[in-house]
């Protein structure tokens, strides 16, 4: 069973910034696929940004050019650094990691992310 621990978000003014961080732990395992998803109050969840282990990333059209994500194997962190934050950013946000052997998906608690404007 992994066990992932967000942090980071926060309340920020539009154009600001924030990074959200996540650990996974307890995986005999390694991790295939970290990335972050986000769920708006009467929406869908929807992914915001993955990661590859070997560095493949895949962004939503709409955070292009201003979320970064990064993640360090040897930690099993991934990060979200989130620029030109707007006020359609606001959502709840999860970490995601995803094992080929299972294959195994697992979700992190949710971590709130309010942009204002």
């Known amino acids: 069973q992994v066990q992932l621990v967000e942090s980071g978000g926060g309340l920020v003014q539009a154009g600001g910034s924030l990074r959200l961080s996540c650990a996974a732990s307890?995986?005999?395992?390694?991790?295939?696929?970290m990335g972050w998803y986000r769920q708006a109050p009467g929406k869908q969840r929807e992914l915001v940004a993955v990661?590859?282990?070997?560095?493949?990333?895949n962004y939503a059209d709409s955070v292009k050019g201003r979320f970064t994500i990064s993640r360090d194997n040897a930690k099993n962190t991934v990060h979200l650094q989130m620029n030109s934050l707007k006020p359609e950013d606001t959502a709840v946000y999860y970490c995601?990691?995803?094992?080929?052997?299972?294959?195994?998906?697992?979700w992190g608690q949710g971590t709130q992310v309010t942009v204002s404007s």
């Open positions: 990661i590859a282990s070997g560095g493949t990333t």
């Open positions: 995601n990691v995803y094992q080929n052997l299972g294959p195994r998906q697992y």
């Open positions: 307890g995986s005999r395992f390694g991790i295939d696929v």
